[in-house]
């Protein structure tokens, strides 16, 4: 297949380029050539744009499968980073999808995330309803607008699917995500606060694990939503006590009083249909931590 991967230089986006170019043709885009953050070979071709500006005149027009990784790095930034997050998040997956249809693109695929179930206190199944009337934030709007949008292309497409992923931490993250922001954090000595006792309860994915279950939903036909998330269920407060002692540092930590809702991702499609996880958490943290080291 011809696979076109935005958000190439992401932390998903760089491993799924090296996975699928083992037997695709990827055709991988990203804003700068000079800070490609993934392995060349003869099976991948760069093409530098700024999605923001998208001009598809730079695309190629024999593309099979569209993979919508990119995402704005100003999903903090509200109201500042508002254009930033509508233009990569609304506009240009829904522009791209068009062009997707008017140049025989097989499938679609974009990334939502699984903060958009963010309101419900339990396990978030991909049927679930998601009340539009709370509030869940400018960015995880922007990523849910997206999806009810882009399923009004459904019937033009073999395949469209959106997908929900689940903390995906690993090695290459920035260290302002919260897997290496905690690890910092303790061995930095510095105060973390978790809401209520135990914290909020997550269901982390290794980056390799999210990424290998990513590349087979190639395979999948039909109108989808797919969460994507790991096995282990664990508290922020456990979560950092497994930090602590993979670090040999005992974690500062301040309780507060407010409360929040888990944000825990049913992968029970995910494993019947991609892939099931290999990495353990602990495994992972460890391999993160020490990543952090060099």
């Known amino acids: 297949m011809n696979i076109l991967i935005t958000g190439a230089n992401g932390l998903l986006g760089r491993n799924l ?27 991948i071709s760069v093409i530098e744009t700024d999605l923001c500006n998208l001009v598809v005149k730079k695309l190629p027009k024999n593309i099979d499968v569209i993979y919508y990784l990119a995402q704005s790095n100003d999903f903090r930034a509200f109201p500042e980073g508002i254009k930033d997050m509508i233009s990569l998040n609304i506009l240009t997956p829904t522009i791209l999808a068009k062009w997707g249809t008017e140049n025989g693109v097989k499938k679609f695929i974009y990334f939502s995330s699984g903060g958009v179930y963010l309101n419900q206190n339990k396990l978030a199944n991909e049927i679930d309803p998601i009340d539009a009337n709370k509030e ?18 459904l019937k033009l497409y073999k395949a469209l699917i959106i997908v929900r992923p689940f903390f995906m931490y690993g090695i290459g993250q920035k260290k302002d995500m919260l897997i290496p922001r905690l690890i910092s954090s303790i061995r930095n000595e510095k105060e973390i606060s978790i809401d209520g006792k135990e914290g909020i309860k997550i269901s982390p994915i290794y980056i390799t694990d999210a990424a290998n279950a990513t590349a087979k939903i190639i395979n999948l036909n039909g109108g989808l939503t797919i969460n994507i998330g790991g096995d282990e269920i664990i508290s922020l407060k456990k979560l950092v006590l497994m930090m602590g002692a993979e670090l040999k540092k005992k974690p500062i930590i301040k309780n507060n009083n407010q409360a929040q809702n888990d944000l ?15 990495i353990k958490l602990k495994i992972g943290i460890k391999k993160i931590n020490q990543w952090m080291c060099n």
């Open 17 to 43: 380029v090296e996975i699928l170019s083992k037997k695709h043709r990827v055709f991988a885009v990203v804003k700068k050539k000079n800070q490609i953050k993934f392995k060349l070979n003869k099976n």
């Open 136 to 153: 869940l934030g400018f960015y995880l709007n922007t990523k849910l607008s997206a999806e009810m949008l882009l399923k009004n292309y």
């Open 264 to 278: 825990i991702g049913d992968n029970t499609k995910m494993k019947l249909k991609l892939y099931k996880p290999k």
